[in-house]
C-alpha cells in the first residue's frame, strides 16, 4: 500500500514535469538524472570495494602462523583498526603489518554501523569478540548506532570501549571456569598498561583503480568521476571525529 501511494504521487510530479518539459521541465529532470548517476557510481564503487575486501581478507591460518607477535615488534599501546568488514580480518591489516616496523600490543578491529532505529541502548552499542589466539591480543568490536544516536569524542569513546573490553574478557573467563579468572584479570591489567600508553587510530587511505582488462566506461567511472566524488567528499577521520595526533594511515590500492 505504502509503495502504491508513493507511486502514484510520483507518478503525478514526473507527468506535470513532462507537460511543463519545453517550459523549463527539463531542469529538474537534469538535476535528477544528475543525482542518479552520482549515486549510482558511488553505490557501484563502494560495492566493487566490499568485494574486493570480502575476497582478499587475511585468513585465520596466516593470522596463527604469524605468532603471538604477528611477525613484527610489538610496542606498548592500543591501536583501533577501522574496517568496515564485520567478520574476517580486512586485506589492509596484512598491508599494516608489511609497511610498519611495529604494531601496538593490543589490537582491536572497528566496526561501525548505523541501524534504521532511533535509538540504541548503550548496553547493546558495543558487539565484541576475540580475533585468533588469547596471546594475539585481537580484538573485534562492532559499533551500533541508531539515527539519532550522537557520536561522542574519541576520549569518552576510548573510556566506554575498555570498559566493555573489560566487561568480555571477564563475562568471557566466567564461561571459561574458575581457573580462568586469574588469566582474566592479567589480561585486564595488560590492557590497561596498554592503554595507558596511548591509544592510536590507524586508517587505510584506500585507492580505487580500475583494473587493466576494464572497458572504456568503467575506467572513466572508476578513476576519474568516482575519485573526483570520494577526493570531495569529507573524510573518514573526520567523520569519526579522530584527533590528527592520533592517526595513521597506510595508502593501499583496490583494484576492481
Known amino acids: 500500500m505504502f509503495v502504491?501511494?508513493?507511486?502514484?504521487?510520483e507518478l503525478l510530479y514526473f507527468s506535470s514535469v513532462l507537460y511543463k518539459f519545453s517550459e523549463g521541465g527539463y531542469l529538474p529532470l537534469t538535476l535528477a538524472a544528475l543525482l542518479f548517476f552520482v549515486m549510482y557510481v558511488?553505490?557501484?564503487?563502494q560495492s566493487k570495494r566490499h568485494a574486493f575486501e570480502v575476497e582478499h581478507k587475511v585468513s585465520t591460518e596466516y593470522l596463527n602462523g604469524?605468532?603471538?607477535?604477528?611477525?613484527?615488534?610489538?610496542?606498548?599501546g592500543v591501536g583501533l583498526l577501522y574496517t568496515e568488514l564485520t567478520q574476517g580480518i580486512?586485506?589492509?591489516?596484512?598491508?599494516?603489518?608489511?609497511?610498519l616496523?611495529?604494531?601496538?600490543s593490543v589490537l582491536v578491529f572497528v566496526s561501525v554501523k548505523y541501524f534504521p532505529v532511533s535509538n540504541v541502548p548503550a548496553e547493546?552499542?558495543?558487539l565484541l569478540r576475540r580475533v585468533g589466539p588469547e596471546d594475539h591480543r585481537m580484538y573485534r568490536c562492532i559499533v551500533r548506532y541508531g539515527y539519532?544516536?550522537?557520536?561522542?569524542?574519541?576520549?569518552?569513546?576510548?573510556c566506554l570501549l575498555m570498559g566493555q573490553l573489560k566487561s568480555f574478557i571477564r563475562a568471557e573467563a566466567m564461561e571459561g571456569g574458575c581457573g580462568e579468572e586469574e588469566d582474566a584479570e592479567e589480561e585486564i591489567r595488560f590492557l590497561e598498561r596498554s592503554c595507558a600508553a596511548g591509544v592510536v587510530y590507524l586508517l587505510g587511505h584506500s585507492e580505487?583503480?580500475?583494473?587493466k582488462n576494464s572497458n572504456f566506461m568503467k575506467k572513466v567511472v572508476v578513476d576519474y568521476v568516482y575519485d573526483f566524488l570520494r577526493r570531495n567528499f569529507r573524510q573518514g577521520f573526520v567523520d569519526l571525529q579522530i584527533p590528527n595526533e592520533n592517526l595513521m594511515q597506510v595508502g593501499m590500492n583496490y583494484t576492481v
Open 101 to 104: 616496523p611495529a604494531v601496538h
Open 42 to 45: 558511488w553505490h557501484y564503487v
Open 124 to 126: 547493546e552499542r558495543f
Open 4 to 9: 502504491l501511494v508513493v507511486f502514484s504521487f
Open 90 to 99: 580486512p586485506a589492509i591489516f596484512r598491508h599494516f603489518l608489511t609497511n
Open 208 to 211: 580505487v583503480r580500475a583494473s
Open 66 to 76: 604469524l605468532g603471538s607477535n604477528l611477525g613484527v615488534a610489538r610496542v606498548p
Open 148 to 158: 539519532r544516536d550522537r557520536r561522542v569524542g574519541n576520549e569518552v569513546f576510548e
